[in-house]
């Protein structure tokens, strides 16, 4: 099953933090960019932050870089998402996402997990 494959979700009071994880060994080689988009519910897809995967500098896209950051270990592949100081509109599900070129937009991209719920609710 070759899909990526994101952990890490739960719920969390306001202010809280997550860390969600992203296993994408197998898109090192298919995907230069690879990050994370999230829905909530009755809204769109929306990107959250993304990374580039190949070597030399790396090129990171974020929507909230003040709370939330994305980073590659390239020792295991695994992408993460630092969540921070958390909202309650944060709330959604969170996908793991490839893709060989960059873009924002959802359908731009060809890979993707199945999701992880984010809840920030008192």
């Known amino acids: 099953q070759e899909r990526l494959a994101e952990s890490g979700g739960g719920s969390v009071q306001p202010g809280g933090s997550l860390r969600l994880s992203c296993a994408a060994s197998?898109?090192?080689?298919?995907?230069?960019?690879i990050g994370w988009f999230r829905q909530a519910p009755g809204k769109a897809r929306e990107a959250v932050a993304l990374i580039s995967t190949g070597g030399g500098h790396k090129w990171v896209h974020y929507s909230n870089e003040d709370r939330f950051a994305i980073s590659l270990d390239t020792a295991t592949d695994i992408v993460y998402l630092q969540l921070t100081k958390l909202k309650t509109d944060d709330t959604a599900v969170y996908f793991c996402?490839?893709?060989?070129?960059?873009?924002?937009?959802?359908?731009?991209?060809?890979?993707w997990g199945q999701g992880t719920q984010v809840t920030v609710t008192f």
């Open positions: 996402a490839a893709g060989r070129s960059f873009s924002i937009r959802p359908e731009d991209l060809a890979y």
């Open positions: 197998q898109y090192m080689t298919r995907a230069n960019y």
